[in-house]
């Protein structure tokens, strides 16, 4: 693909009214409330085109497998929606050492408004008509109650022994940016992805500002959003086991999960199948938001806390835990689905999911003055007085990489999320030493073979766990005092403190000639 230089402008603000109300009594604390948003938001982006090509021979004859285009730059889209909570909770003393939150919370978030009208979506389906300019891009999702639930307790009467767990289902709406693309007209789109299976003239360059869409004879993309909208939500639970073990130290155990439901998919419906054609004919490729997208996290939570005491403080954290999505996930819901046809296909881990993952740091005041006895002085005392070592240590195995095609293979006339074939053996054999090998290889490419024309790979996604890392941070303070209110500091800090070279992912791209190799590291020592 050629590189793009894109030019975006946003803007946006926000207005609040709220109130909150508490009341006690007897073993009742009631709280209620109540919080209006209006939240506004204003965009205007375009693009050079980008050109995607396959082979040298579409490089030499200038006929690239699909473009982008932006045709023109529009006048910016200022989008308007309202946001309105209601909740009531009552923390509840059952007993001296038994402890219930409980709550309800409503939300409601109108649909989406631009200040000209300026929002187009279809009737129902994404094959179907549009709506008339300033109707509703999908109808008002009323039904977002969220009931919480929470529990303390002190075990058999002591506080040194405490279990906490709860409950709870949080809604959370669409950033406003992610509806943007309904402000392009049906009528006139302002971005454009011509593909050489519907357009066998195809060729480079297009001139975005003086582009004749007559000139193409195959329907154009639709920029869609589900127009049976509903807002996206996650149910979240947690067990928690904490024990002082000393009045300055206390350790937990627990168990933490959530699963995300109705969250944004982005899914690319309408493309060429194995027949060569799209399924509907007369519609171009659809760039479909819906809301078929979930997730789901389990996950183990240990720590230690070691409050000031003596001259030290630490905490330990350690998490082991796994993510799982449809297409490895990301903010934006731009999920790499192989087959929109077969979503589960594409269930994997996210691509920020980490087994393992740990954090040490402390503090520590070093007695050296001790070194001269109950009571020294002099200068040999203020040489003394006053070190300080800090640290943070962190260890994390590696993220979840997917390997891809790297080119559209099936045909589709999207490249994304497409997979090679797993034709056997291991994925890692001969790739032990990419640490000290010279090509620094992590793959085994002879693993797999490229997807056929109207085939899609048979390699799950994300299976391939990239190098872990480990970073040590140190520092010295030694702290002089002047006089009462001034005081000499000196200090020395240590990053990756033992040069340890963390290495990036691998390129999983077999379409690239770098396919396999790690070409990127994380920085080196800095003091």
Avoid: C
């Avoid at 975005?208 to 589900?226: E, H, K, T």
């Avoid at 030290?312 to 192989?338: A, C, M, P, R």
């Amino acid at each position: 693909a050629t590189g793009s230089v894109e030019l975006l402008r946003a803007n946006g603000g926000s207005a609040t009214i709220l109130d909150n109300f508490s009341y006690t009594v007897g073993r009742h604390s009631i709280k209620a409330g109540f919080e209006i948003r209006w939240y506004h938001y204003g965009r205007s982006n375009g693009q050079n085109p980008i050109y995607f090509m396959d082979t040298v021979q579409d490089i030499l004859n200038s006929s690239p497998r699909s473009s982008d285009i932006t045709t023109a730059f529009p006048s910016t889209s200022r989008m308007r929606t309202t946001e309105i909570g209601i909740y009531v909770q009552d923390d509840f003393r059952v007993r001296p050492d038994l402890t219930l939150n409980l709550g309800l919370r409503w939300e409601h978030y109108t649909p989406a408004t631009e200040r000209e009208g300026r929002l187009f979506n279809v009737v129902d389906s994404p094959y179907g008509p549009f709506r008339p300019k300033g109707q509703g891009i999908w109808g008002p999702d009323y039904n977002n109650f969220g009931p919480r639930f929470g529990l303390a307790w002190e075990m058999f009467g002591s506080r040194k022994n405490v279990i906490r767990a709860g409950s709870g289902v949080f809604y959370s709406e669409n950033m406003l940016r992610n509806v943007s693309i309904a402000s392009r007209s049906p009528e006139l789109p302002f971005t454009l992805t011509l593909d050489r299976a519907d357009n066998p003239n195809l060729r480079y360059p297009i001139d975005p500002f003086n582009i004749d869409l007559s000139r193409f004879a195959a329907p154009v993309n639709r920029l869609l959003i589900d127009p049976h909208h509903r807002t996206s939500y996650a149910v979240q639970w947690s067990f928690d086991y904490q024990r002082e073990v000393t009045p300055n130290l206390t350790v937990s155990a627990g168990y933490v999960g959530t699963h995300g439901l109705k969250f944004l998919q982005l899914n690319f419906l309408n493309q060429i199948d194995e027949t060569g054609r799209r399924p509907v004919v007369g519609v171009g490729q659809i760039r479909w938001e819906g809301q078929d997208g979930m997730s789901i996290y389990h996950s183990l939570q240990m720590s230690a806390r070691k409050r000031f005491s003596h001259g030290l403080t630490f905490n330990v954290h350690y998490t082991y835990g796994k993510s799982i999505t449809n297409g490895g996930g990301s903010e934006e819901g731009i999920n790499d689905v192989q087959d929109w046809r077969n979503i589960r296909g594409s269930r994997s881990r996210t691509s920020i999911s980490l087994a393992h993952a740990m954090n040490f740091n402390y503090g520590w005041d070093v007695p050296l003055n001790r070194l001269l006895g109950p009571n020294p002085a002099g200068a040999l005392k203020l040489l003394l007085d006053g070190w300080r070592i800090n640290g943070i240590t962190t260890f994390r195995t590696g993220f979840p990489i997917e390997i891809q095609s790297g080119r559209d293979a099936f045909g589709s006339g999207s490249a994304r999320g497409q997979r090679p074939n797993y034709i056997g053996g291991d994925i890692r054999a001969g790739t032990d030493d990419y640490r000290t090998s010279n090509l620094h290889n992590y793959i085994n490419r002879a693993a797999f073979s490229p997807n056929t024309r109207f085939q899609y790979g048979n390699l799950g996604g994300w299976i391939l766990t990239g190098p872990g890392s480990q970073v040590y941070d140190f520092s010295i303070f030694k702290n002089t005092p002047i006089r009462e209110r001034l005081a000499l500091q000196f200090r020395t800090e240590f990053f990756n403190f033992f040069n340890h070279t963390n290495f990036g992912g691998p390129n999983a791209n077999l379409n690239s000639g770098l396919f396999g190799r790690i070409t990127g590291a994380g920085g080196p020592r800095e003091i």
